[in-house]
T-cell receptor, first 111, second 114 residues
């Protein structure tokens, strides 16, 4: 499975859009991009996933580049409750045993 | 009530003791997992189970064992705990029939081995 690279930490002003990048240059054609977040020491929470097309749900938008080597998670109007560690994961839908949750990006939303 | 429940939530024990962490779920999912998280690091997979008769080792299974007592219950055991097993442990579930890989996590069990 492909590995990902994310910045260690980011800040975002409350009310502004938070754009979290993820590099996955070795992604294969049938691997999905998944995003999770972990608030403090709670269990991680699924946010969104995508294969090729951009995706949007009630929590966030996922923008995947045309070559699929990178993606950006967008929180359109960040709130203090969005302060968390965000994990970008690349995996086949059936690669449960090979999923890697790396260190992620620690996002701090500033009042 | 939480869909994925872990007990205990916190445990302090001594080196050499046997410890069991329990996980139960009401989501009706067939797949269950145990992960470990160390400070500042991501999550690492210890064991996973696709059904009651299917148990698989993950990335870091040494020193751990598991039991899938029923579809809804998946326990993690440390036969002889050691200090470097001090960590935050998470149980998770997923649903094969949904076709998705979304994991649903419990709230975690913090284990300290002295």
């Amino acid at each position: 499975d492909a590995k990902t690279t994310q910045p260690t930490s980011m800040d975002c002003a409350e009310g502004r859009a938070a754009n979290l990048p993820c590099n996955h240059s070795t992604i294969s054609g049938n691997e999905y991009v998944y995003w999770y977040r972990q608030i403090h020491s709670q269990g991680p929470q699924y946010i969104i996933h995508g294969l090729k097309n951009n995706e949007t749900n009630e929590m966030a938008s996922l923008i995947i580049t045309e070559d699929r080597k990178s993606s950006t998670l967008i929180l359109p109007h960040a709130t203090l409750r969005d302060t968390a560690v965000y994990y970008c994961i690349v995996a086949l839908k059936t690669s449960y045993d090979k999923v890697i949750f790396g260190p992620g990006t620690s996002l701090s939303v500033i009042p | 009530d939480a869909d994925v429940t872990q007990t205990p939530r916190n445990r302090i024990t001594k080196t050499g003791k046997r410890i069991m962490l329990e996980c139960s779920q009401t989501k009706g999912h067939d797949r269950m997992y145990w992960y470990r998280q160390d400070p500042g690091l991501g999550l690492r997979l210890i064991y996973y189970s696709f059904d009651v008769k299917d148990i698989n080792k993950g990335e870091i299974s040494d020193g751990y064992s598991v039991s899938r007592q029923a579809q809804a219950k998946f326990s993690l055991s440390l036969e002889s705990a050691i200090p470097n097993q001090t960590a935050l442990y998470f149980c998770a579930t997923s649903d094969r029939t949904s076709g998705s890989w979304e994991l649903f996590f419990g709230e975690g069990s913090r284990l300290t081995v002295l």
